[in-house]
């Protein structure tokens, strides 16, 4: 039997409702700042209630989005597409989370970084914005929220970094969201957003490897010929993707001298890509070296930790999972990101613990209420602190 969900949609200040939309995706993605969304709504005529929705949609309105009462969106309307056809008149709002002014503005490039702790300066970047975000916000209070554990819940709970930064500045130009993502990986930490307390909030924490995987994704066989794969689970498509395309075998990391002088580097690190011992990699293959040069490599121990940083870069896609999975929950909890979820895939031999980094909620009146999640092996994201910070 189909699943189905209660999906609110609130525009503008006063929270208009819409209820007579036809399709919508929401993106949840902790590796990608943004979170897209989209709402189509699609009638043939032009009633008092479709009046009423179009004059709210407005450029920068602000949008949340709730799934059975837990919030899973707070943004704004970036785009209005509004039409008609011989089919209908179908009106579609896009945009983004709160989240993303911050890929299109720049940071002040005076900002005072002096004896300030990581979260100071991201509120200090982020403040010029207006965002109201809540700068370091619980990642298991925002997972509980998002998985609908507590609908309503709200929180003012943080989870405090004091990790000091006197020596990263910005550059002019340099914008806010790369600034605040490159400060939280030299310090060890990834950095998402989520709905968070009445507004939004920045989750600066590492992957949730220890948490204990509460939901499953199965596939096994049940009979299969040749025209033919009958099986039996609730993944409606699953894909293993193992993407070797900007893989390097090796790093080398040249510290100090230019590599291009007539005297050897003063470092040298060379770190062989130790993902690579994969049982769907062959076990002789070209070499495909990279080099790089770090004024900052100032040892070699820095030098070797670079070149770590570079792998894990490169490695971080290339092994995961995609599947589509009928409605939008599973064991009781909505599908989160940042989730560790147990895999038992009999066609495509995934198997084991694997955390999710995107959950799409999609809804349409062709097929329903459908999530379709991207997930990676335990460790694949890998944070180290910079030695030097």
């Not at 897209?36 to 949340?64: E, H, Y």
């Not at 090796?250 to 291009?260: D, E, K």
């Not at 929950?329 to 031999?349: F, K």
Request: some cysteine; overall charge positive; hydrophobic content about 40%.
């Amino acid at each position: 039997m189909a699943s189905a969900h209660e999906v609110v949609v609130r525009i503008g200040t006063a929270g208009t409702v819409v209820r007579a939309w036809d399709e919508v995706s929401i993106v949840r993605d902790m590796l990608a700042v943004g979170s897209p969304w989209t709402v189509t709504l699609w009638r043939q005529g032009r009633s008092d209630s479709w009046n009423t929705i179009r004059d709210v949609a407005r450029g920068f309105a602000p949008v949340s989005v709730e799934i059975d009462g837990a919030p899973q969106l707070r943004g704004t309307i970036e785009r209005i597409r509004d039409g008609a056809s011989r089919a209908g008149a179908p009106l579609t709002l896009s945009g983004r989370d709160a989240i993303a002014a911050a890929l299109v503005s720049d940071v002040d490039p005076s900002l005072s970084l002096r004896g300030a702790t990581l979260e100071e300066v991201a509120e200090r970047a982020l403040a010029p914005l207006g965002l109201g975000v809540v700068i370091g916000a619980d990642a298991d209070e925002a997972r509980a929220i998002q998985a609908g554990a507590r609908p309503g819940a709200r929180t003012t709970k943080r989870t405090r970094r004091g990790h000091h930064v006197d020596r990263f500045k910005p550059k002019p130009g340099e914008k806010v969201w790369p600034f605040i993502e490159s400060l939280c990986r030299r310090h060890g930490f990834l950095v998402w957003s989520v709905p968070y307390g009445s507004g939004a909030g920045l989750v600066i924490d590492r992957p949730a490897y220890d948490t204990p995987a509460t939901q499953s994704l199965v596939r096994r066989r049940v009979r299969a010929s040749d025209r033919e794969l009958l099986c039996e689970g609730n993944i409606l498509s699953g894909y293993r993707d193992l993407d070797l395309t900007e893989v390097p075998t090796t790093v080398t990391v040249f510290g100090h001298a230019s590599v291009t002088s007539r005297e050897d580097a003063r470092h040298r690190a060379v770190i062989p890509n130790a993902r690579l011992a994969h049982v769907r990699v062959v076990d002789a293959y070209t070499p495909r070296p990279r080099y790089l040069r770090d004024s900052r490599a100032r040892t070699l121990q820095i030098a070797e930790q670079r070149a770590r940083h570079e792998l894990a870069r490169a490695n971080a896609a290339l092994e995961s999972y995609e599947a589509t999975v009928q409605g939008f929950s599973n064991a009781g909890r909505l599908w989160t990101a940042n989730t560790m979820v147990n895999i038992d895939d009999e066609v495509t031999g995934a198997t084991g613990a694997w955390l999710v980094t995107r959950v799409t909620f999609q809804r349409s009146r062709a097929a329903g209420h459908t999530t379709t999640l991207r997930l990676v092996p335990r460790g694949a994201l890998v944070v180290e602190p910079d030695a030097e910070v």
